[in-house]
């Protein structure tokens, strides 16, 4: 069988399906891994086995890096930029280089220092709730509530004003889109955000604040124009994946209300939804075997983040709901080296979330069936476009 006759179509996403895609369970039961075309026509490797999707997050003759030859574009335009499209993007780099950016940025997400801010991040949650309370008795739960929670927050850390929130969320739904969006779209959306960031460091390198921003401009690690780069990147990872998170862990509480509360239900709901499944791309620096399958260097790779935290090997009935399972063990937050920084900050801003949220507003329902809500079948992450709800 020929690698042309094992390819399938891809991406898998289909309105009114299930996500993850159905297609993901027959990936995984196939010999071997899966070939598929993306829509720029590039061949790739599937990975869809929670080990193999592992082994693929940690292996180092596997890059992260989108400069080297045959790393994957998901859409015909955009797609991971690399350190000359912005510098400091660096999810982009692998070791050592990605180990500076790393070393300087833990400490600002370790769990002691997201104790800190824990009163700072219960405020918002009550802030934000007394906007939703105030609207009536009926509101879009995605845009009045699960976006402007996290987007407050992250841009409290990095010390950027709320009022520049309406402007980078756009920016940030243009280049997160997968075909909705073109190249010059994209690019315009990218310099504008480059253009913001770059004049609010140099106000803070006049002016510095207790924020992250000034906080890693005194080390003097990294270049102004690099923070910008590292900056962009946290101000869309810290409100785009925890937003969609957010609203689709509603939906599932709703469905059960006797989990509302208990300790174990953010990894749960973050493994079940699995809303970055489309950005670890990766590209093979040598031949390497994975899954039994030789991989040649310069091919892409596309490790299936919910295809992997959906394995039934790992995870019994995995489209089941059930925080009391050891779901630790999920690729949610990545694997390795690359694994997200931030998952200590989203796992305290879903806990006072659901606490709060659920205990002040306990009449909370949906006003649109579940498979009528609006899904976000055309982007790298995937999520709820809006959530109508009532009291």
Request: proline share 7%; with cysteine; aromatic share 6%.
């Amino acid at each position: 069988m020929t690698s042309t006759d094992r390819e399938v179509e891809f991406p898998a996403r289909r309105p009114g399906e299930a996500f993850p895609p159905p297609a993901y369970a027959g990936f995984r039961e196939r010999d071997g891994l899966v070939r598929t075309r993306l829509p720029s026509g590039q061949p790739v490797w599937l990975v869809s086995r929670h080990a193999d999707v592992r082994a693929v997050l940690t292996d180092p003759r596997i890059s992260a890096n989108p400069a080297n030859p045959g790393f994957p574009k998901v859409a015909r335009t955009g797609g991971v930029p690399t350190q000359q499209d912005i510098p400091g993007w660096f999810v982009g780099l692998d070791p050592p280089d990605h180990d500076r950016y790393r070393k300087v940025l833990i400490p600002e997400f370790s769990v002691r220092r997201i104790r800190e801010w824990r009163p700072a991040i219960q405020a918002t949650v009550d802030e934000c709730v007394d906007a939703l309370l105030a609207r009536g008795g009926s509101a879009d739960l995605v845009a009045d509530f699960a976006l402007p929670v996290p987007s407050r927050i992250i841009a409290t850390i990095l010390g950027v004003p709320h009022d520049d929130r309406a402007f980078y969320e756009s920016r940030t739904r243009t280049l997160v889109s997968i075909s909705a969006t073109t190249d010059e779209q994209r690019t315009q959306a990218a310099r504008q955000l480059q253009r913001h960031i770059a004049r609010l460091i140099a106000i803070k390198r006049k002016w510095p604040g207790d924020d992250l921003i000034s906080r890693i401009l005194a080390t003097g690690v990294l270049t102004e124009q690099e923070l910008s780069g590292v900056v962009m990147l946290l101000l869309i990872a810290g409100h785009e994946t925890t937003a969609n998170n957010i609203a689709l862990g509603v939906v599932t509480l709703l469905a059960h209300p006797d989990r509302i509360g208990d300790d174990r239900m953010v990894d749960e709901l973050v493994r079940l939804h699995s809303v970055a499944d489309l950005v670890a791309m990766r590209t093979a620096l040598a031949d390497v075997e994975i899954g039994g399958e030789l991989i040649r260097a310069g091919e892409g790779i596309v490790p299936l983040i919910a295809a992997a935290n959906h394995d039934e090997a790992v995870f019994e009935c995995p489209a089941r709901f059930a925080p009391e399972r050891a779901a630790r063990g999920h690729v949610a937050f990545g694997y390795g080296v690359h694994q997200c920084l931030g998952q200590n900050l989203v796992r305290v801003e879903m806990e006072c979330v659901y606490r709060t949220l659920f205990t002040r507003v306990p009449t909370l329902h949906l006003t649109t069936p579940v498979a009528d809500l609006p899904v976000k079948y055309d982007g790298t992450v995937f999520g709820l476009h809006a959530l109508p709800v009532a009291w």
